[in-house]
């Protein structure tokens, strides 16, 4: 694998929870039906002759952890949905302290390059929308 790009808000902000328009065309969820409103950093990998790579997805205390969205569902993947359609992970995981949850983290793996350039434009439509920017690696 090459070296670490990242998506990363493209100005500092005071808080980590921003609002993703459902106009944009570009959301994520953990659960079917609920927006997740926690915009992620995501670091990227990708083999040097393009044949394959990997998103990690960090969230930092996501919405889906919050009291009131206790009725939407349990968390059954991620699932990254645009006017093109859905692609989702089943490899996602929780991090507790003191017993609380406190992020989650995402791994997204493409195993071809056409699926990096759907993920790709599935990124530049959820960056226009959140704010972030695009960072490649040195």
């Given amino acids: 694998m090459s070296g670490v790009d990242a998506f990363s808000p493209s100005s500092p902000m005071s808080s980590s929870r921003f609002s ?5 065309g570009a959301e994520i969820q953990f659960v079917k039906g609920l ?3 926690v915009v ?7 083999a040097k002759d393009g044949s394959s790579g990997t998103a990690t ?5 996501p919405n889906v952890f919050d009291a009131s969205t206790a009725s939407f569902g349990d968390v059954t993947g991620m699932y990254l949905i645009d006017e093109e359609g859905e ?3 089943s490899d996602v995981n929780a991090n507790f302290v003191n017993g609380k949850p406190q992020s989650i983290e995402c791994l997204y793996v493409m195993t071809s390059p ?7 434009r599935f990124m530049e439509r959820y960056g226009e929308a959140n704010g972030l920017g695009f ?3 040195g």
Wanted: negative net charge; charged residues 35%; glycine residues 0%.
């Fill in 20 to 24: 993703t328009s459902l106009d944009a």
């Fill in 35 to 37: 927006e997740e409103k």
């Fill in 40 to 46: 992620p950093d995501i670091k990227l990998t990708r």
């Fill in 57 to 61: 997805f960090q969230f930092s205390n």
């Fill in 87 to 89: 692609m989702s992970t």
């Fill in 114 to 120: 056409d699926e990096w350039d759907r993920f790709m």
């Fill in 135 to 137: 960072n490649k690696a």
